[in-house]
């Protein structure tokens, strides 16, 4: 199963044709279908609609139509209807010339200081009439399935780029936590040794010189409480194990945006822990590079369905 992202774009078109006016006069206009599909990240599926008036109706059928296909993301549908005759002018029948000239000297008694219908606003008119006439029923929801499946292709594009950073980011995660893994070792080494000098100069004991069994049982003492302290074997074993599921995750696919932003705060829960504990410059470097891909990959999860 694909990853799929929130974020993508689709758009189809359909025309047809129509005919109109009397026999001898009967101009052929084609009027063309446009419908846009636009969609970013969102917490949860938000649908909103741009129709024009004569489509509206149709509103509650497009909404079913991607209920069913789309889960989440800010989804916005646009569609348009752009009306081209023989010229780029329709022309109004005299039908629509005698009611709007009736309109006008109707509205003329009641104001009789409204201006007078211009050619431009008859000419506007006449094209809306003209492709109100149109019947779309047998068009939109078809076209609605084609930029859905062309949407749905882009999403599903853009999220297997997506899967391919991830995946990236996790092995690096990987790579990092691994180098993480023998420094503590060597630090508490570092710090026993560093103890047993110490309590040596605090004895005034000369070179060649042992110490006292309590003095090497007291820097035992705090080399081991020193360990316990830096520790961070268990937050490497989460890290591991959260890497394990996000990678699953990603390799099953489906809608795992939610799962995946979790597992993210997870991580990042335990490379601060990880610096918080830090007490070499090498084990901070690693806990910052961590926390950088963690960030880069919970901007990415952020746009995955």
Same mark, same amino acid.
């Given at each position: ?19 109109? !006016? ?13 419908? $846009? ?23 509650? +059928? ?15 549908? /646009? ?5 081209? !005759?023989?010229?780029? #002018? ?47 029923? $047998? ?19 853009? !999220? ?9 980011? #996790? ?6 936590? +691994? ?12 710090? /026993?040794?560093?103890?047993?000098? /110490?309590?040596?100069? +605090? ?16 820097? %035992? ?21 959260? %890497?394990? *599921?996000? *990678? ?8 795992? !945006? ?22 070499? %410059? +090498? ?21 995955? *369905?």
């Amino acid at each position: 199963m694909s990853v799929y992202s929130m974020t993508g774009f689709a758009s189809a078109q359909h025309s047809n044709s129509h005919s109109s !006016g009397a026999v001898e006069t009967k101009q052929t206009s084609t009027a063309q279908l446009g419908l $846009e599909i636009r969609s970013v990240n969102s917490r949860f599926l938000d649908l909103s609609f741009r129709l024009p008036e004569d489509l509206r109706q149709w509103e509650p +059928a497009l909404r079913e139509l991607l209920v069913a296909r789309l889960k989440r993301g800010k989804v916005e549908v /646009r569609a348009s209807v752009e009306v081209h !005759g023989a010229s780029s #002018i329709g022309e109004p029948s005299p039908k629509l010339l005698q009611r709007l000239n009736a309109l006008q000297d109707n509205v003329k008694v009641w104001l009789p200081q409204a201006p007078g219908l211009s050619v431009a606003e008859v000419l506007r008119l006449a094209a809306d009439e003209q492709s109100s006439v149109r019947d779309w029923s $047998e068009d939109l929801l078809p076209l609605a399935q084609t930029a859905l499946t062309a949407l749905l292709a882009a999403r599903a594009r853009e !999220g297997e780029r997506l899967a391919t950073m991830l995946l990236e980011h #996790i092995k690096q995660l990987r790579l990092l936590a +691994a180098q993480a893994v023998p420094l503590v070792p060597q630090l508490v080494a570092q710090q /026993r040794q560093r103890f047993m000098e /110490r309590w040596a100069e +605090a004895m005034a004991l000369g070179a060649g010189a042992t110490l006292p069994e309590s003095a090497q049982d007291r820097a %035992l003492t705090e080399a081991t409480a020193f360990a316990i302290r830096i520790d961070v074997a268990e937050e490497i074993t989460r890290l591991n194990s959260h %890497l394990d *599921e996000l *990678e699953r995750l990603i390799t099953k696919g489906g809608e795992i !945006g939610k799962r995946l932003d979790f597992l993210i705060q997870e991580l990042h829960r335990e490379a601060n822990t990880m610096g918080s504990k830090s007490a070499a %410059l +090498a084990l901070t470097h690693i806990s910052v590079d961590m926390k950088v891909l963690i960030e880069q990959m919970r901007e990415q999860v952020q746009n995955i *369905e």
